[in-house]
């Protein structure tokens, strides 16, 4: 029987702010155990919540960049579990009216030419609410520890709808959603530091079956790329039992990125099991328009947008864009450039080939690199009014990466211009390629401009590479039309 996977996903976003979600201490990564603490962390007797507004905007802004129906009321719920990373024995949440509704959260569909752009889909949302993070156990050979710095911690779950249906989906997914919630400023999303994290829902049904079937939980997939293997795991496995006349049992599994393999934890629990009731300590949220209106106007332009921009404002290809656009500071780094230039793809080759090849062979950020946009800009401008050879362009761009000197002071000081071509060589250099192209000649005088490719690399041989590329082309275009 053929069978169709449907996955859903739950992702919890650690939201970046300076203090926890309901009292004033710090919020952070990295610190001795059990240091970012306070009377409302460790739930003493007495204490109250105060509500972080950092994060009812970090969650509003989220929710307004997905497409999300932002609720004018919204309150507070507490999720009762015992359980040792959670100090007071339930968790505050937020169950039957989150501050998000709806949305949805683009993708590129797997299986695309990776030099066009291919078919895009939108995977729809149920949810978006607020939440306070857990404290984090750390287990040993014989004992448990807990750590507390992270309890308390604004957390936001992003539920999706059982829309995806491969692997390769949810990983495109997950890909998306982090880089709109780092362009928004609204978390880092460093799944080591725990501050994304994903549950995936996978259920199978017979094709045509419009029911789903039971789904099965997979746990602790600490990457992306083990969201993608977990699932396709899973699939293989619900697939495989079914197949041997065994039934799927709801439950949740553990998923070994390391070995591949998974094992169960325990009987699926339901959302009745947790007796949520409102929390008496807090009262609701109303949001207006206003407030909206507010954090709408810090909403970034979204990295599929932005690639859609980019082909058509620059006209610089999907390869190039596919690369710029998923970090929101290389592509700002990127129009600052060609804006410069007055190039852009030029300048987008740069970037993406050689200035990134540096910056990973360096191990640094694009922060830190002393190769800022001025400095690229100048180097294209160089090569364009062929005072720079291309061959030679890469030496400079070596030796301005290291000193961080402009490219033309580096040209005049280690007497790197080009030499002026001779013209009367040059035109019967282009005669000569022309001559001995018939094919190509034909070729570009049907309408194939590329063809004119094919006389380019004679000519630079011919000139022994010093020729100003933007000259033989204008030589063999005048040529060219009166042949």
Known sequence: MNYEAVIGLEVHVQIKTASKMFTRVAAGYGHEPNTLTDPVVLALPGVLPVMNKAALDAVIKAGLMLGCEIAPLCKWDRKNYFYPDSPKNYQISQYDQPICLGGSVEIELPGAARNVMGEHKRIPLTRIHLEEDVGKLNHGASDSLVDYNRAGTPLMEIVSEPAMHAAEEAFAYLTSLRATMIYGGISDCDMEKGQLRCDANISLRPVGETKLGIKVELKNLNSISFVRDGIAHEIRRQHALLESGGTIVQETRDYDGQTGASQSLRSKEMAHDYRYFPDPDLMPVKVDEVWKSRLKAECPELPFDKQRRFLGQYEIPYTITSVLVWDRELSDYFEEAAKLSGKPQATGNWIV???????????????????????????????????????????????????????????????????????????????????????????????????????????????????????????????????
Do not use: Y
């Not at 990973?360 to 001025?374: F, G, H, M, N, T």
């Not at 380019?456 to 040529?479: F, Q």
């Open 353 to 483: 080939n050689d200035l990134l090849r540096e910056v990973s062979v360096a191990r640094i950020d694009l922060a830190q690199s002393k190769v800022r946009p001025a400095h690229i800009a100048e180097l294209v401008k160089l090569i364009e009014a062929g005072t720079l050879m291309n061959n030679v362009a890469r030496e400079v761009f070596a030796e301005m990466f290291t000193s961080g000197e402009m490219p033309g002071i580096i040209v005049e000081k280690k007497g790197l211009k080009a030499a002026p071509t001779d013209l009367g060589d040059l035109e019967q250099w282009c005669r000569e390629a022309i001559a001995a192209s018939p094919k190509a000649l034909a070729e570009f005088k049907a309408g194939k401009d590329s063809a004119i490719n094919a006389f380019k690399g004679p000519v630079m041989k011919a000139a022994k590479g010093k020729a100003n590329p933007k000259l033989v082309d204008e030589t063999l275009r005048k040529l060219l039309t009166v042949l």
